[in-house]
């Protein structure tokens, strides 16, 4: 598709365990974020990938955040020994970055409704 | 440190009024831009409009107006002739550039209930 893809849409589990969120962003989208949105917030930023450089990971709420993207392309958010309080929508969100110049809108993907039991 | 205020929680109005939905910025740098989201029931993200900080001109799209204002540092976002589909939580967005990285700084959204 031509818009950002996060799977899954809904995730499901108990508490200790572990997470993977996955972000396809737009085609040619150099620039790649992830938010996290809690029920009534506004999205709240996490890190920022430029190609596959993570050049900022200052949001990240602890050491059990951790984000990649090997190719500059998909990105994977994986949350370890998952908390009740990790419960909430992740969001990603591409730009075409680079040469293209600043300012130009973040599309967001539909997001991934974490819920911890 | 970059801050978004968005004062109003809630606004519910009568179709075909117009509403204004207001956005009060704090930044110390010279150059940024502000961004005016929306996200229906639905829950998905949608990108309405960009302002620079140096461009102040108003601008208009169909039923859509924003007033950008630097001596007030608000960026506001007018609805005419609302209607039943513009009903949706509105967020106002500031970004300034680092080394590329535009991360955005949301406010906390302006839930907007259009009754028919």
């Known amino acids: 598709g031509a818009g950002v893809s996060q799977s899954p849409r809904y995730k499901v589990t108990k508490r200790g365990q572990d997470v993977a969120l996955r972000c396809d962003p737009i085609s040619g989208h150099v620039s790649l974020y992830w938010y996290r949105q809690a029920l009534g917030q506004g999205p709240e930023f996490l890190t920022y990938f430029n190609y596959e450089a993570q050049q900022d990971k200052s949001g990240l709420p602890n050491d059990r955040f951790s984000a990649e993207r090997p190719e500059g392309s998909i990105s994977t958010l994986t949350i370890q020994r998952t908390e009740q309080r990790d419960s909430a929508m992740y969001r990603c969100?591409?730009?075409?970055?680079?040469?293209?110049?600043?300012?130009?809108?973040?599309?967001f993907g539909d997001g991934t409704r974490l819920s911890i039991l | 440190a970059q801050k978004v205020t968005q004062a109003q929680t809630e606004i519910s109005v009568v179709e075909k009024e117009d509403v204004t939905l207001d956005c009060v910025y704090e930044?110390?740098?010279?150059?940024?831009?502000l961004f005016w989201y929306k996200q229906p029931p639905s829950g998905e993200l949608v990108f309405l409009i960009r302002?620079?900080?140096?461009?102040?001109q108003n601008e208009i799209s169909g039923r859509y107006s924003w007033n950008f204002q630097k001596s007030t540092s608000s960026f506001n976002f007018t609805i005419t002739a609302s209607q039943v589909v513009d009903s949706a939580v509105y967020f106002c967005?500031?970004?300034?550039?680092?080394?590329?990285?535009?991360?955005?700084?949301f406010g906390t959204g302006t839930r907007l209930t259009i009754i028919p």
């Open positions: 930044t110390r740098d010279t150059t940024y831009y």
């Open positions: 302002r620079n900080s140096f461009d102040e």
């Open positions: 967005a500031l970004s300034v550039a680092f080394f590329g990285n535009e991360k955005l700084t």
């Open positions: 969100a591409s730009s075409p970055g680079g040469a293209k110049g600043f300012g130009q809108p973040q599309h």
